[in-house]
């Protein structure tokens, strides 16, 4: 049996060193590259429990007329706000 936090910390070491040959900088930009994977995961889980759906095309999201899917930038043409920005 693996032990799972020592098989993804040893992961997570193998894939920051190859980071670190392919751009030298890496670790001068890793804060912000998690804090937009973090955003994207945030904003994923918002969209998802407001029934939105992510495929290779994009966002589709309930239409408030029909609740039939409509692409994401249908649900801006009727003035909607995205679910992350809603309070």
Excluded: F
Aim: charged share 30%; net charge negative; aromatic share 10%.
């Amino acid at each position: 049996m693996t032990n799972e936090p020592t098989s993804t910390a040893l992961y997570r070491a193998q894939e920051d060193l190859r980071m670190l040959e392919t751009c030298p900088t890496w670790y001068d930009h890793l804060d912000k590259v998690e804090a937009a994977i973090a955003e994207e995961d945030r904003v994923y889980d918002i969209r998802v429990a407001a029934g939105w759906e992510l495929d290779e095309g994009g966002w589709s999201a309930p239409s408030p007329e029909t609740g039939e899917m409509i692409p994401e930038w249908n649900w801006l043409d009727h003035g909607l706000v995205y679910p992350e920005d809603a309070k």
